[in-house]
Structure formats: C-alpha cells, structure tokens
C-alpha cells in the first residue's frame, strides 16, 4: 500500500484537461479528389429491396449447411405459409404451375438429349437381358403369390407401388453386380431405399392474394403496389423408391450459354396455386435430399419413382393429363431433389447455384417407364429476380414405354431392348469431377458442417435445433388460434367492453410474426450452475446464426 | 340426393304437373382469378360434389372433370334495432373444373360508365334541349313580344 492514496477518478481527469491539448492537423481526412457515398434512390421500394438484399448476403455469410437452414427459418416462429407440390397427389391440369414454379423447359421425345448418344450400352444389355427378364417375372408371380392381393386392407395404389420398388430394387442389384467391375462409380455408389426428400424454395411472378391485395390498398405508401406479385414458398414433399447417389457430380448436359437461351420457353402461371388445386400448410423451411450434411455422397445419379397415384386420378378421366402428370412429377421431383442437394452444398433460394447440377429419374410400375433428364441451372427465381434472371432449367424426358407386353407362363413376353438401354445408359453415366470449380463457395473452408465445430455445446445445440425444424413435426404446445367466440364477440362485433385486454388480437400483436429466437433458452436448474450470483447462468447459451 | 322426393304415384291420385327439387345452381364472378375453364358456383347447401357433377351432366350436358366446394360463412353483425349479434345464411360455393379445352369468361353484366358514354349522354341531352328550343320558338313566331303566360 503506497503513502499516498490518490483518487483513482483524479489522474484521468487530469491528463483530459483540454489545456494540455495541441490540435494535430488530420491530413487523412482529406483527399484529392472528393469521395461521395453512393447515391440511393429512396423510394420505398428501393429501400426495402436493399433491405431484402442486405439479409440475402446475411445468409450467405453463414457458416455452415445446418446454420443456414436454420438462419432461412429465423423469419417465423410457427413456420411459413407453404403451397405443397405433393409427389404423390396431382390435380388436374398442374404441369404449368410445376413448370413455372421450377422455371423449367420440357423437351419431351423419345431419344434424350444428344449427350446420352455417345454413351454404348449395347453389350451390357446383351449380357443383363436374361437375368432381367427372369427377375421381372419372379417378382411380378412371386410376390402376388407370397402375399395376398386379394386381401381388401391393401388399396391399388399401394399394390403397384409394392411390385414397382421390388422390381427396381431387383433391377439394380443385377445391373450394380454386373457393372461395379466395369464401371467404378457404380461400385462407390450409395443406395438409399424410400429416402424422405424435401425441398423448399420461393417462386415468384403469381397475381397477389385479395388478402394482401387489401393490406396494400390501405396504406398510401403502398398503394401503387397493390397489383405487383408476391412470392409463394413452395415445398416439395416426395419420397422415391429407390436413390443412388455419388461423390462426384454428374457432368452438364448443355453449356452455360445454352441455359440462357430465350428460345426454351417457360410457361408463366400467373394465378395462384390454389386454383388448381394446390393444397397449403404451415411448415419450417426443410431441405432433406435424403440424406444428412456431412456425407460424402452429396450428389445425386439417378432416382426411381413410383406412379401408382395414376390411379387417384382415374375420376378425371382423361388420359392426356395422366401423361402430364408423369411429366410433372418428373420435374418436380428432379428439380426438388437438387434443390435439396444445392442447399447442402450452401446454395438456397435466395443465393444462386455457381454451376450446373445434373440428375436422372425414372418413373415406373415395373412396366411402363419414363425416362428424365434434368439439368439445373439456377434456383434463384423469387419476384426480385423472376424477370431478371435469364437462367431456366432443362427437363427432357421420353414418353411412356413399355418394357415388356404381358407376363404368360412366368416368362416376359416382347420385351424391349431399347427400354433397358435407356436405362443402362443412366447407370453409364460417368459423374467427374469439375475441373476449377469450387463446389461449395458459400460455405467456410474449414468449418462445412456443425460436426466441423470442436464446441461440444455449440453442436450439440445446433443439431438438436437443425433436427427439430427439418423433422416438421408439431409444437408440443399448441399454435395459437383466435377462438370462434372471440372472433365474433371481441374482433368483429365490439360487445365485450368491460373484458380485461390480454389476448394479442388486444394488444395489437401478431403471434404469427414472431421469430424463431423468441422464446425462453433452456432452464438450468440451481444445483447444475456454476458458483455464481443467484440471478446468472439461470438459462443456456443459445446459438442463433 | 334433393331433400325432397318425386311423391308416388298412386292410382286415382293427381298427376303432378311440377316438381321442385331443392337443388340450384347459381353462377358467379368469381372473387379470385381461376384459369379459364374453373367455373363459380354458388348452390344450395344439401348439394354434394356429386350433386354436383350430376346436376351440370345431365341437364346441362357440361363436362366436369372435378368439382371442389367450399362453405362461406357470412359476416356477423349487430341487429339494428335489438342489438345482439346476428349472421346471415351461409352459402357453399362449388368450383368447377371442365376440361383444359374448354373456356369460360363471366359476362359484363353492367356496362361501367366509360368517359365515351358520359359525353356521349351529355351530347344527346344539349341536342335536345336545343331542339326543344326551336320547336318553342317556331311555335311563338306569330306572338312576338307576348308574355309567356298569355295563350288563347
């Protein structure tokens, strides 16, 4: 302790007295020539794109996969209102709303793009021709024998889709055992059974519904806007049969330029979604190829669907829309795969792929195939960028074909070589890897995933928090509702003066605004906190990107 | 089905000369833009998508590929005199899907006054009143500098 004890707030004081000062001349203040901020237009449009475009290149800074997704949720709490594009549930007269909402281009005809012509298959059909036929008639006779197709708890739809997934399953363990010798990327190729896949992204370009139509008449600054479109988020839910997926990307069909072409038309769907049909629901933005981040395998090769809802659609009685649906499902279900598997690779719909991505679907009840090839080349469409963005995506796809005419005597008869090779050139198709390219320029380098991080809380947080908004399962407590009473007596008749104002509709608050960080962290209970004042360390870290 | 059945004939007994099913179907513009071939409907409440579908079918020989419905409830209100909280009926709204080919535009029922139309009107009435002006003044040639008032 020293003799003197000096104030502490003294010396501080001291040495700030302004008569100790000298001015110092600050020369880098100013500049030959003048430097002027940019000059912004500040109408209200403009100024809330800029907004958008500031939170956009928020999400790209993002980290990592799983910090993403969960960043694109942040918005709301309970979830987005969401126009689902069921794979298995087609209304009638859909394929313009799959083709516009996916920006895709359809090019049916029964010879795929001229990519395909260089691939030869014929000597690998030769050989697989007899195990195939065998395999096909054992599954078709067998299974109708093992289990009873007459049993009433089993409906049409779920019979045909029973015999498709078996046959595929058989097709591909002869082809895959036949060619991993051959052909090494079918021998690292990774199968997944029934994956679950979805895909969530926003389209724009559709008319505005009454509902924000009225919003934006009734305030003067929005007035002029009342007609623009707004964006529909858009979900793909499906789950092929059967996937096979490699580490390395399927090479692009058509060139960059090509992509741009203005003579691949799009269709526009201007309506809503729901006036053909389209159901809506509430749900957290998803993006599951089918598998998890952090595998290896994160591009897709080929997928096998199943077609046994034509048989839903049977009412319509129009056999030409049972074809577009096959066509929808194709492009659906190609473009809701990539998206999945762009997302992953820290891509999203509001930061647009860098290259090409390339898959190949088969849609089939064992006997009649379609065959699809999908090239995406962008997935940024939302009403910012459904004018500007030249990019569109290319479906080509063949007609329904035949792989064999009837089944008699246990044997396949008139089978169709030309179908196998369709095939067989899908399995052909050699993934490489792109020369130059950074597959992933939005993600960190050395921290991809959350597995990536060495903060065991951290991950642990993230994962639990990730899983949870990918699984779309319901709250454990219940969403908020206006009751029908109070929608009679409080919000739409004032007949309850005297009533104490607690409920949001009161208090001029919107449940269905609240952002997913609104909510109380984890209680830790006294006796797991460190030594530490009563009123601290009482909630768990949170960890929101 | 109709709530109402088609009474049995019974031998002696009168023959029904008209008979009114509860069902109707009442076309309307609808509020949000549908494709061309979705029809409105508004129609009574006992009618199914079946009904429906039947309805259009067989009498007016219109193809239906799918028929979606809905029930609209009303706004509530106050009871002007009483003042307790009343609620017209509500009304189920069928929408009708005909095949792709097929189109249907609602009518313009009530031509909207256009600016054309207003001069348009407003020509024909000063050409008028001019001409009412003459026929008066070549009736009063003979009676110049007589009063208004003053006939014979």
């Not at chain 1, 559709?206 to 707004?230: I, L």
């Not at chain 1, 940024?380 to 290319?394: A, D, G, L, Q, S």
């Not at chain 1, 792109?434 to 991080?453: F, Q, S, W």
Request: aromatic share 12%; proline share 7%; glycine share 4%.
């Amino acid at each position: 302790m020293s003799l003197f004890r000096i104030k502490t707030s003294i010396p501080p004081r001291l040495f700030h007295c302004r008569c100790f000062a000298t001015a110092l001349p600050n020369d880098e203040e100013y500049t030959a020539t003048p430097h002027y901020p940019p000059i912004l237009d500040m109408s209200f449009e403009k100024k809330l794109e800029r907004k958008k475009v500031a939170k956009h290149e928020e999400i790209k800074a993002v980290k990592t996969v799983e910090e993403k997704q969960i960043k694109l949720n942040m918005p709301r709490f309970y979830g987005f209102k969401s126009y689902m594009l069921n794979e298995d549930y087609c209304p009638y007269n859909n394929l313009g709303l799959a083709q516009h909402v996916t920006r895709t281009h359809l090019i049916v005809n029964n010879e795929l793009p001229e990519y395909y012509k260089n691939i030869d298959v014929s000597g690998v059909a030769l050989n697989l021709k007899s195990e195939i036929e065998e395999a096909i008639a054992v599954e078709i006779d067998g299974y109708k024998r093992e289990n009873d197709f007459t049993n009433d708890d089993l409906t049409k739809v779920e019979m045909e889709n029973l015999t498709s997934s078996l046959i595929v399953k058989q097709l591909n363990r002869i082809i895959k055992n036949e060619m991993s010798t051959s052909h090494p990327h079918m021998k690292n190729a990774q199968i997944d059974y029934e994956p679950r896949i979805e895909s969530t992204w926003l389209a724009g370009g559709m008319d505005a519904p009454e509902r924000v139509k009225s919003v934006r008449r009734g305030r003067p600054w929005t007035k002029h806007m009342e007609d623009d479109p707004v964006d529909r988020l858009m979900v793909f839910v499906g789950s092929p049969c059967m996937t096979v997926r490699s580490e390395l990307p399927l090479p692009p069909i058509v060139s960059r330029d090509e992509a741009e072409n203005a003579e691949l038309e799009v269709p526009f769907f201007r309506l809503d979604p729901r006036a053909v049909g389209n159901k809506t629901e509430f749900r957290h933005i998803a993006n599951t190829p089918g598998f998890w981040p952090g595998d290896p395998h994160k591009f897709g090769l080929l997928s096998y669907h199943n077609r046994g809802y034509l048989h839903n659609r049977k009412h319509y009685q129009d056999p030409q829309d049972d074809k577009e649906a096959v066509h929808r499902q194709a492009i659906i279900a190609s473009f809701g795969w990539l998206q999945a598997q762009a997302n992953f690779l820290g891509f999203n719909t509001y930061n647009d792929i860098t290259y090409p991505l390339v898959t190949q679907t088969v849609i089939t009840d064992g006997k009649v195939w379609s065959f699809y090839a999908y090239q995406l080349n962008t997935i940024v469409f939302h009403t910012m960028y459904v004018n500007e963005n030249p990019k569109r995506n290319i479906c080509w796809g063949t007609e329904e074909l035949n792989l064999y005419d009837r089944v008699e005597n246990g044997k396949l008869e008139g089978f169709n070589d030309q179908v196998l090779e369709l095939l067989l050139k899908f399995y052909c198709n050699v993934p490489e890897s792109r020369l130059g390219i950074n597959l992933t320029p939005y993600l960190n380098h050395e921290e991809k995933v959350i597995a990536d991080y060495a903060d065991d809380d951290k991950r642990q947080w993230l994962e639990r928090e990730y899983k949870f908004l990918v699984s779309n399962r319901p709250r454990f407590k219940l969403d908020y509702e206006v009751y029908s009473w109070e929608k009679i007596y409080k919000i739409d008749n004032k007949t309850r003066h005297m009533d104490k104002k607690l409920r949001p509709f009161e208090l001029l608050q919107d449940p269905f605004k609240r952002t997913l960080d609104d909510r109380q962290p984890i209680y830790i209970p006294r006796k797991f906190r460190p030594h530490l004042p009563r009123h601290k360390g009482k909630y768990a870290k949170e960890y929101f990107p | 089905m109709s709530t109402r059945w088609y009474p049995i004939y019974q031998k002696g007994g009168p023959q029904l000369r008209v008979f009114l099913p509860n069902f109707w179907m009442k076309l309307v513009k609808p509020t949000q833009d549908q494709p061309p071939n979705i029809v409105q409907f508004a129609c009574s409440m006992e009618m199914t998508k079946h009904d429906v579908k039947n309805y259009l079918e067989k009498i007016y020989n219109i193809k239906c590929v799918d028929v979606r419905t809905r029930i609209h409830m009303p706004k509530t209100r106050r009871d002007p005199g009483k003042g307790y909280v009343i609620k017209d009926e509500d009304t189920k709204y069928a929408y009708v899907t005909m095949p792709k080919e097929e189109s249907f535009k609602f009518p313009d029922l009530f031509e909207t006054e256009t600016k054309e139309k207003i001069v348009e009107d407003h020509d024909k009435a000063m050409k008028q009143a001019k001409e009412g002006f003459q026929d008066f003044l070549k009736k009063n040639k003979d009676r110049a500098n007589m009063p208004g008032w003053f006939t014979i």
